[in-house]
């Protein structure tokens, strides 16, 4: 029995975990897959703002039902399921006005309180998304192709009709590339990493950018009969980059924000208001596993080709020395409790 735990920044421990029995609205899931997340990697080098110690990480998990709580409908033992990290209090204005995932009383698991990365666990059942027969490789993708479902919902999604334009082509990118696509609409991806870049268009990019050697903003001149990219997604980070979306972006366009930097960055407010652009942050995901798992289902995204990697979870500190050693040989690497 097999627990993740970060005791403090850079030390990781393989510890226990122990089947819980699930109260009342709860359900308990034996862990069979987990994927390793860009926010895992920060909680174990002691840079997540949220994160406290010790914890068990793991936001992006999938298993199966192992007991069910009292009171709790529609789950039977082995059902699959993948599990919804967020968990909100219900009560405060944005639980109200159904943004669970900016609650003021926010807890994800993994970050503020325990995670994923366990054989057992015990999560609200309310955050306990039936999968049917997914495997369990492709239903822990679903936490974070919810970022990308998250992202478009907040821009009016994209159309057959839009030009999107991407930063950054890591894992988030390639996400919203995927999503972006299903509705057949143009996407653009910008990074300063060939290999990322040679991922995202053997995904479907129709162009791609390396931003060291070519100037964004010169090339999207041609684009969208010349007016630039109706949907600009920031998913790099890089501070500055929500100027260099203003001035790209077409009159009325929209703008997403995913990228968590807390450097202040000068933006002219002219051109937001001149074109009417629409900007909007983006954080984790309101209750949007269940829309993913029908892209999964469905197969209109596979997300397989983008694990690269699986470490039983007893080898999770191989799998964390691999991120930091040779970033570039991957992009989900995910964790498996047998
Ligand atoms: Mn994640
Ligand atoms: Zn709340």
Redesign the pocket.
């Known amino acids: 029995m097999t627990a993740v735990v970060v005791e403090k920044p850079h030390q990781l421990r393989i510890g226990e975990s122990r089947a819980e029995t699930p109260g009342a609205g709860e359900v308990l899931v034996r862990v069979r897959r987990a994927g390793i997340c860009g926010s895992d990697i920060h909680i174990f080098h002691g840079t997540n703002p949220f994160a406290k110690y010790p914890r068990v990480i793991g936001h992006e998990f999938a298993g199966e039902i192992a007991a069910v709580g009292p009171g709790v409908p529609g789950f039977s033992l082995g059902d699959r399921v993948v599990v919804d990290p967020v968990v ?9 006005v159904g943004r ?1 995932n900016v ?4 807890e994800v698991m993994g970050v503020h309180r325990d995670g994923g990365f366990r054989d057992h666990l015990v999560v609200p059942a309310a955050n306990a998304v039936a999968v049917g027969d997914l495997p369990f490789e492709v239903a822990a993708m679903a936490e974070p192709f919810s970022i990308a479902a998250n992202v478009l919902e907040r821009t009016g999604g994209a159309q057959a009709t839009d030009t999107v334009l991407i930063y950054g082509a890591g894992m988030i990118g390639l996400t919203v590339l995927l999503a972006a696509r299903l509705e057949g609409a143009r996407c653009i991806v910008t990074d300063i990493d060939d290999a990322r870049l040679a991922r995202a268009a053997e995904l479907g990019a129709a162009r791609v950018i390396n931003a060291r050697r070519e100037s964004v903003p010169e090339a999207m001149k041609t684009e969208n009969d010349g007016l630039g990219p109706s949907l600009v997604i920031e998913a790099a980070g890089a501070p500055g980059l929500i100027d260099e979306a203003t001035r790209v972006a077409s009159p009325a366009g929209r703008i997403g924000l995913l990228g968590f930097t807390a450097e202040p960055t000068p933006t002219v407010q002219q051109e937001i208001v001149k074109k009417e652009l629409t900007i909007a942050g983006s954080r984790l995901n309101r209750r949007l596993l269940p829309r993913v798992v029908v892209w999964f289902k469905t197969r209109r995204i596979d997300p397989r080709g983008l694990v690269t990697q699986v470490f039983p979870a007893a080898d999770a500190q191989a799998a964390f020395d691999l991120i930091a050693r040779d970033p570039g040989s991957t992009m989900k690497v995910q964790l498996s409790f047998e």
Not at 88 to 96: I, L, N, T
Not at 103 to 106: H, I, W, Y
């Open positions: 909100a209090c219900g009560h405060c204005y944005p639980c109200r669970p609650c003021a009383n926010l």
